[in-house]
């Protein structure tokens, strides 16, 4: 019993318990209910305790012993639980006593309880239920806790919130106090971790407290060496959010990833939890945090404290300039001289040589430009003033832009007509003047022209540069000549410049004694107006000196300079090698940097500005990005930004160049997230150096990130995520191959460009629209629509999408990847289409049939309005086949009238109508139409298909044409192999095949026209059914049939046919029923080869066998001749000829057979011929059709009579000597005979009397016999005119006779005459 | 070319007159039968007279139209073989079956 209960590990221990110490006694002797509940408690695996008894003594299980009890164990069994929980029992007696008192659970979910379990007291959480367990009797005498320990969650979660308080966006914090106010904020917030924390920075060797927390002073504690290190504390000390202080403090140094020690950390630690890995983990991130946030803030100090040294640096450079330039000339004119000598020696291709001389020009018009101004500024210009024609001057000057300008896609117009007087200028100057502004229009012009126009105007020229590019603000306008001012932010072909070229020019048309006025309006354009004064007396006299006295300087520096601006080709380049874009708007130092930095093993891209940079980063994310800061269009400091705010190119690392120190956006930019700062001039081991490092430091911190997109990438799959409202906001490489459309372009929101367009192709739009709400609305899916190209081509895509949540930003997002199933699609599509045609065709039975039933697949396929067949014969009217029963509109008709003409099988998709392809049609050219009311776009593979199933119908066609044909053939072969196209009449046969669709088999009938009222009938079996079979019968009948005609002889016949039958393969065993027939008296003479008896029906149901003169089958040697025999067929007997198809089943003997159709025959004696032949041929067949060649023949004796004559009174007693002779025949008795006389007799007088004749009519008389009766038709064919019956009063008395005599009498008289029918029961 | 049709003329021992005809009366010769028979009546005068049918071996309508018109003072005599139109006639009143 014991055993039984207490079991495992615990149950082993509960057994050595001494029991009988406890208030339960010896296991032996507890109630039922302990042991139940003892047994639940030992074999849960969850966590529970319980107490039972007055001592509530303590029991528990595995689950609990391995979670909570500890160090307790095995001790606590058996003892009282107030002994057991000795150390929390204030928080759960009362629980327990409550449980007891009420019995009533209690719920506690996350208490804290300090347990003393593990050597210390622990701060422990646990979420339990007590429940009340009851004794046999139902009084509650103990407790039973099932408990959860939550202690890792909850103190998990506690150190997680810190973590990520301090790691929210430090954006704002600027410097080392901010972040320690910040940082001790956030950790101030733990007091259960972190009762207390100080914060020490080491600077110079000294430490200084920097901040702190749950604490209001320092400690003496020595900075760490290098690792973190535990302490003891003793004395007082804060306690946190505990009631005892903490005994042990973690010191970790602030270390800051490269080395530098910031200081250090000491961590306050809870004494209620042992320093685990957890614990420390989380204390050195804590640490780490501040560290980061010490290090950014130091960082951002140093570069504002670099951007502020760099501003002075400018400064200092325009006055170092200023000062030494003219320093400069000696040095670039012994550069200048011997480039130029090189370019002359080697060609001006020479790039580097280029380059070399083209910066030397600039630098040399900088230089001059710079000395210029000084000197004009100490007064030592020496201007020298001679009469020029302004017009002349100034339109060459502007021919020298002419070409640069035009290759800028602007138009020069110069108009300059000759000015009525010279104007005194001095030609270099005046050259600087008109080169500046020019360049300055081509430098802010983007489309349109450039104008330079000179005009005398009250005493004046005036010069007037006008161009249509981006204008300058109002505000810009007073501040325009301004030196070294420069409008921010203006597009323009270059940043280059340095803001003193238009200052210049006011200085230089001044020193002329004019002005310069600038006028512009933002968007439209800028016109400089210049005005001169013609004369010398606004100028020094000593400063004037004849025509062609002065010398020109070069215009090459302005239009080499300008040159550069424009436009070259990227060179851009994939591969493993580190990637970096690099966006300049000076050539030669994109040049420049592609050089060294492809020297260096990078592969290079490089765009002239920022725009063209976030273009190329977003298609190719590339692994570094060094851009200039001043840029057109967009700046360096808004190419980070924007890079920034995008979360593909936010990790990419961005080095910025600037030639410019000192000003704010600097600062701004390393805000913005600019991740290194470097300034012109810089040496080219510099920039490697740093390039190096910005790519090494950045593949270490995008590892994850790169691992991830090259994973995303490299999915077979197209990959994209989607937002909650559907934007596509990522997707990877394979997302482009199959879309076209690149991660550039990102996001986009619905609608996407890739769906079908709503107007062309509603019916794929409604597909994609109803996929996007199953993506929006489902948490996963899976669907397959339509999309759209970038190139316009369509293509299906399956996709598969699920929802998840976004880690970092916790909003949802829709995670998809799809794949390029067209070509699977189509081939569906093809395939189920072309197996449905195909059943169609093989159903077919006709060309027609078949386009009827094809034509219908078709308009599903394309779910057309319909699909209309026409088909163009050589001559005649097209016909038409289609699956609408409307016809179609005329101008459509028309339409398909021109396809006629357009190759076969190439089709013609019309996109607002429909599509067409012609195809042979057996009976000349088909045009197919499907007409598509609906829009939808007839796709290329769509026309693929149309040509493919056009093909295959076309053959189908031919096909069917041909068997058709040959069907046609082979059934007119058949009838003619078969037997007599007219029977004689009193004949009636029917034929049933084996094998479908032949017409024909091994079995034949035959009936020959004899002389002298003989018909020979013969019944046959080749061998075999099928064509094989007919073949044979075909012949085998013929010979038979010439036979009988020649001897007419029964036995003779058989006999000959012998002889043929041995040399026709596969006549050999035909059975053949050979007669020759006496129609007048009866008298059939027959023999048989292994044929089956003929069956004769006497007109009271006797049944004779014909089954004399056998013999064998043809052609099988026997001894010899072949007997005859002969029968006088009685009349109105039924003489049944057949094959053993008729009567031969399997398992049954062939006597069964006959005697079934025997009675049948005999039932049906007073039938008429036809119906008898008809129920026979039905009643015999097998349930499942017969599956033998059936061959029957009928005779019922006399055949019937058949007599026209012309109405004509003397005709009538002839006629009735045949009738009487025919019913002699037919055994009739003489009354019978008489009354079938005398009623024929009225009957035709009737007719020959009926009013008065117009044109000779016949009469017609036929009368057959059943063996019960004898019918008779009389039907006059004349015209004739309507009876005047007073004319003949007796003819009535006719009537009245036909009724008496006859035992049914119709009269049925139309508007070509009267038929007559009547029946006559002949007794006996 | 009419159906044969033959007349003789006798009187019977009582002095009544007999036509005896032979052959088949049909449409074609009804009025030669007809006229054979008025003159036989005009022989007889008011007195009764007899057809003998015994050898006719077709008698229609026509036939009986011509015998309807002296039926007063008529009296037949037929073979059995045209009982069934005399009688439907309504003729079998003076009509002799004989043989």
Redesign the interface.
Known sequence: MTERVLVGDVGRDLAAVAWDGTPLGPPQGWPQSLRTAVSILLSSRFPMWMAWGPDLTFFCNDAYRRDTLGRKYPWALGRPAGEVWAEIWDDIGPRIDGVLGTGEATWDQGLLLFLERSGYTEETYHTFSYSPLRDDAGAVVGMLCVVTEDTERVIGARRMATLRDLGSDPSAIRTVDEVLTFTSAQIGRNLRDLPFTLTYLVEDGVSRLASATGIDHGLEIAPPAGESVLVDLDGELPTGEWEQPPTQALVVPLLQQGGETFGFMVAGLNRFRALDDGYRGFVELVAGHVTTGIASARSYQAQQHRAEELAELDRAKTAFFSNISHEFRTPLTLIMGPVEDLRARLGAGDADLAVIHRNALRLGKLVNTLLDFSRIEAGRMQARYEPVDLAAATAELASVFRSAIERAGLTLAVDCPPLPEPVHLDRGMWEKVILNLLSNALKFTFAGHVRVTVRAEGGSAVVTIADTGIGVPPDEIPRLFERFHRIEHARSRSNEGSGIGLALVRELVELHGGTIIGDSVLGEGTTFHIRLPFGVDHLPADALVPAGASVTSDADPYVEEVSRWLPTVDTADTGSRPTVLIADDNADMRDYLTRLLESAGHLVQSVPDGLAALEAARRRRPDLIVSDVMMPQMDGLQLVAALRADPRTAGTPVLLLSARAGQEASIEGLEAGADDYLVKPFSSAELLARVRGNLKLARLRNHHARWRSALIDSLQEAFFVSDEDGAIIEMNSTFTDILGYGPEGLPYPPVHPWWPDRDADPEGHRLVEAALAMLLEHSRGSYTIPVRHRDGHRLWVAAAFNQVQDPDTGRRVIVGTFRDVTAEHYAVQRDSTLAALSVRLSQADSVDGALRGVLPVLKDLWRATGVYAVVYTDAGTPTMVATEPRTLPEDRYARLATLRHTPLLTPVADDLTGAGITLEHPDGTMVLWIDMAEKRPFTQQDQTLLALLAGHLGQGLHRIHQIDQQRETALALQRAILGPAQLPTGFEVRYAPATRPLKVGGDWYDTVTLPDNRIGIVVGDCVGHGLEAATVMGQVRSACRALLLQNMDPAATLTALDRFAAQLPGAMCTTVFCGVLDTETGELRYASAGHPPAIVTHRDGATDLLDQGRSRPLGVRGNGERPEASYRVPPRATLLLYTDGLVERRRQALTIGIDRVSALVQHGRSAPLEELATDVMESMAPPAGYDDDVALLLYRHPGPLDLEFPAD??R??PI?STLRGWLDRSGVD??TA??V??AA??AC?NA??HGHRQVRGLIRLSALVTAHDVRLVITDTGHWLPPRPAENP??G??L??IR??MNEVTITTGTTGTVVGMRARIPG | MTTELTFATSERPDGVLVLAVAGEIDMSNAEAFSVALTETHREAGAGSFVVDLTRIGYLDSAGLAVLFRHVEQLELVAAPLLAPVLAIAGLDDITTIKG
């Open positions: 009174a003397t009538l007693a009735r003489t009354g008489q009354n006389l005398v007799g009225e007088a020959i009397e007796y003819r008395r006719g009245i006779l008496a005599l």
